[in-house]
């Protein structure tokens, strides 16, 4: 829910006990809080928000207030209701376009790997986009993906729904395959306008992603990927005869780690990591690779950048 101003009050960061999650530390929310003007989702999806709406014609209907923030048009302050509490807040209308961000979190079993795991870094960068999202008074929603959709929420919006939020994503467990473009069809299918659509993962998955990814973007979308991964796995450091398992089917398979497979093993990782950068050069999106080793803010300043890693 969107709150109004009222009097001297100020809507600030909610801080992690706030929030009852330990994803959003205070040192974070300060960081997020400071990024979060920076953050531009170039699909609108066509309903009432808080952004001017690009259609001619439609009325605007005064919706509601919200308070001012550096970086906010100054043409939009109510200065009537500045003269009376004090406090600058800007008017909302109707017939301004919404924005919403679709958050899709791989929880597949691959995602349990490392330490800390890669899930874990992967819900708390997707908390790190929802809080700039929603703190712009904006909407956002989480899918947990697996073998398609495993788990949808419901959009919530402004900093009132952030609890929601972080609680979806501290019930998210690392389990099971994984079918991305099963997932990321399923999200457009399910959308009734575009927005920016999120998607975290290590992307470990053979399927046609890049075919659903270009169908994402052909229906509006803003697209935006980003990949956790563990440094053992840009630089494995293994050595010697192993029966490995995989974590999402269970198969067994014994390899000698030699130099000539380990060679063979970062070209194909090599290999992954350069597909999901050409496309996302190819059709304007954003790539950023994250390692389960580095400060997680330097990895959200990137995603605010949009950039190609």
């Keep these: 829910m969107r709150g109004r101003a009222r009097g001297n009050a100020k809507v600030g960061p909610l801080s992690a006990q706030a929030t009852g999650s330990r994803l959003l530390d205070a040192a974070f929310v300060r960081e ?3 990024l979060r003007r920076r953050l531009e989702i170039r699909a609108r999806s066509g309903a009432g928000g808080e952004h001017l709406a690009r259609r001619k014609g439609s009325s605007a209907e005064f919706q509601e207030h919200r308070a001012y923030a550096p970086g906010d048009d100054m043409r939009r302050i109510d200065w009537s209701a500045y003269a009376r509490t004090g406090e600058p ?3 909302l209308f109707r017939a301004e376009e919404d924005v919403i961000a679709r958050i899709v979190c791989d929880g597949s079993a691959s995602l349990g790997f490392g330490e800390p795991s890669k899930l874990e870094v992967a819900r708390r960068m997707a908390a790190a ?6 703190a712009r008074s904006e909407r956002a929603q989480l899918f947990a993906s697996g073998e398609g959709i495993q788990a949808e929420g419901s959009p919530c919006r402004g900093r009132g729904g952030l609890p929601q939020l972080l609680r979806s994503l501290d019930a998210l ?6 079918n991305l473009a099963k997932a990321v069809d399923a999200v457009v299918q399910r959308s009734a306008r575009p927005g920016m659509l999120a998607v975290l993962s290590d992307f470990f998955d053979p399927g046609p992603l890049t075919s659903a990814l270009s169908r994402a973007v052909s229906a509006g979308h803003d697209v935006a990927l980003v990949q956790v991964v563990a440094p053992e ?3 494995p450091n293994f050595e010697g005869d192993f029966e490995l398992e995989d974590a999402e089917t269970g198969a067994l398979v014994e390899v000698t ?3 000539s497979a380990i060679e063979a093993y970062t070209l194909r990782f090599g ?6 950068r050409g496309w996302a050069k190819k059709f304007g999106a954003t790539y950023v690779r994250v390692r389960t080793d580095e400060p997680l803010d330097e990895a959200v300043r990137r995603f605010v950048a949009r950039s190609v890693d």
């Design 271 to 276: 290999g992954l990591c350069e597909e999901l």
């Design 233 to 235: 796995e840009i630089q």
């Design 89 to 91: 807040v800007l008017k």
């Design 173 to 178: 467990t690392a389990k099971g395959g994984t």
């Design 32 to 34: 997020l809080e400071a």
């Design 257 to 259: 780690m030699d130099a």
């Design 129 to 134: 986009l929802g809080y700039m999202t929603l």
